[in-house]
């Protein structure tokens, strides 16, 4: 049976941190900054690479607010930001990942851009069990595998938004992906950076996704046809389901970038109408009005 249909087993899992100590972080974004925080703050040694060095200041900077805000609100001591902050690295050269045990890309949901990557790192990184994943929303994980000579040692870890808070991580192996690399992501996920794993199968939306896609293009199309004013449809979902955000926010939070591309992605796999990302989604994205990260989505900030 293909490792990917054996989604409901659950394996021991041992020395995992004796198994992956060096970590590599694609992309310092809003997922590869928290990745390479949650990383650091499990102990694990986290390289960080960016396209420019602008672009790796600007990740850096993000790490650095994020752990002075954690120590700030007193969830990690001013001792273990610091500590965090030294097992950090960063690079513009992914030929720096060459000692690596695992690496984790994260960056744009683009697939060329992501093909690309996968095939320097099986060029570029030595140990012959290295695991190579990605954060992926959409991009089919069996893509990424072939493009490079280890298939089996390609898998999707997803993380949510925002890394160091949410505890689910999704596991997505391709159907080339060893029951052996599973395992390792599986063991290093929960027992080293102390997340919840759930697995699915590499299909586009995974479990999450699936689910709350279409919700949040249900909540755009209604502001779109101005049934309700974009508080009073957060509002109804926040005080009248107990949701923390509602879905313009949290469509916001996300990235209206990411937002439609992963709809693109399950729409072309599944060609569901509910799926299809509507035109002011599809406007707001070419106007750079990507939410939070630009500073404009369906709400301003600042
Ligand atoms: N935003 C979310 O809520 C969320 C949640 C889970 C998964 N994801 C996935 O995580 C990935 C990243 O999303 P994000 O929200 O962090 O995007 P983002 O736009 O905030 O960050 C992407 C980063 O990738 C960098 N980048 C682009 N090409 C690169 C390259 N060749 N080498 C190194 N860095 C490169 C960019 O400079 C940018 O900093 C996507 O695949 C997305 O689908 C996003």
């Known amino acids: 049976m293909p490792a990917e249909l054996l ?80 097992r950090l690295s960063f690079t513009t050269d992914l030929g720096e990942f060459a000692d690596r045990d695992l690496v984790i890309e994260a960056v744009v949901e683009n697939e060329s851009i992501k093909t690309e990557i996968f095939q320097v790192l099986d060029q570029v990184v030595t140990r012959p069990d290295a695991i190579l994943a990605s954060n992926t929303s959409s991009i089919p994980l069996v893509k990424l595998a072939v493009a490079t000579s280890r298939p089996d040692q390609v898998i999707g870890i997803h993380f949510f938004n925002p890394a ?23 063991g290093v996920v929960q027992n080293v950076l102390g997340k919840h794993a759930i697995r699915a199968q590499d299909r586009s939306g995974f479990v999450v996704n699936a689910l709350l896609i279409p919700y949040l293009l249900s909540a755009i199309r209604m502001f ?67 939410g939070r990260k630009t500073g404009s989505g369906f709400y301003p900030y600042s």
């Open 7 to 86: 989604i409901s087993e659950r394996h021991d899992v041992t020395d995992s941190m004796a198994d992956v100590q060096r970590v590599g972080v694609v992309g310092c974004g809003q997922m590869g900054a928290g990745i390479a925080e949650v990383c650091a703050r499990s102990g694990l040694e986290v390289k960080v690479a960016e396209t420019t060095g602008e672009a790796l200041e600007i990740g850096r900077t993000r790490l650095y607010n994020s752990l002075s805000k954690a120590a700030e609100r007193g969830k990690i001591t001013a001792e273990e930001r610091d500590e965090t902050l030294a």
């Open 164 to 186: 160091p808070v949410q505890k689910l991580v999704e596991l997505i192996p391709a159907l080339t992906t060893s029951e052996e690399t599973i395992k390792r992501a599986e």
């Open 224 to 290: 779109e046809s101005g049934i309700a004013s974009r508080e009073d449809i957060d509002n109804g979902m926040e005080m009248g389901c107990a949701h923390p955000m509602g879905p313009l926010k949290l469509a916001d939070l996300i990235g209206l970038d990411t937002v439609a591309s992963v709809a693109d992605s399950m729409y072309d796999e599944y060609k569901e109408p509910l799926y299809a990302a509507p035109p002011l989604l599809q406007r707001m994205v070419d106007a750079g009005r990507l």
